[in-house]
């Protein structure tokens, strides 16, 4: 089982997470930010994998912290629960449909954290949330767990559509390239021989 837990104590927020990468989809998400814990529910879901994130953050000050910290301690239970990543496939899409969204993403799990996120949103808010937190989120989470993620906005004018397709779309692309390749089970997927 690739199963991995972080805990993270800064003066900003105290983070308690719990990942299965290969689970049922399950999730209990509370970091106090209603819009964050909804697309989190929805890439555990559509990743097939189980996430259990308890944050209490400085959201007196706005949410920011929350997010970008949720993002790394996810980033790194991610890198932890791939270990080696000996057999893995390395490398997912998807080009995921939303109602009037639809979201173009590819995941590389080879080590190299890099982050192309080509999405405008419509507005600056979807409700409460800061729509720029989503990259902020994102960036967090590549750079603690060595992925290479792009995102292209293909169409979309709701931003909660948009949202929700990139989350669903990673959950999608991280199942992919995390699952094992049982003709290669026993090869890491570079020529260098590491990843």
């Known amino acids: 089982m690739r199963i991995s837990e972080v805990a993270r104590k800064t003066k900003e927020t105290v983070i308690r997470l719990g990942f299965n990468l290969d689970g049922k989809g399950k999730a209990a998400i509370d970091t106090g930010v209603g819009f964050l814990d909804h697309m989190l ?3 555990a879901l559509h990743g097939g994998c189980d996430l259990d994130v308890k944050c209490d953050g400085d959201l007196k000050v706005d949410s920011h912290h929350t997010v970008e910290d949720v993002g790394i301690c996810l980033g ?3 890198a932890e629960a791939l270990g080696d990543k000996k057999g893995i496939v390395r490398y997912g899409s998807i080009l995921l ?6 979201i173009a993403v590819a995941v590389d799990l080879g080590g190299r954290s890099y982050l192309n996120c ?6 600056s808010k979807i409700g409460t949330f800061d729509t720029e937190l989503i990259e902020e989120f994102f960036t967090a989470l590549i750079r603690e767990s060595g ?20 989350f669903k779309g990673f959950g999608r692309a991280l199942c992919q390239a995390a699952a094992i390749d049982y003709k290669n089970a ?9 990843l």
Request: hydrophobic share 45%.
């Open 186 to 194: 026993d090869r890491t997927p570079s020529t260098k021989g590491t």
């Open 147 to 166: 992925i290479n993620l792009h995102f292209v906005r293909m169409a979309g004018k709701n931003g909660h559509h948009i949202a929700e397709a990139m």
């Open 41 to 43: 529910e929805l890439f």
């Open 118 to 123: 080509d999405v405008a949103f419509p507005a």
């Open 76 to 78: 790194k239970a991610i």
């Open 97 to 102: 449909p939303m109602d009037d969204a639809l």
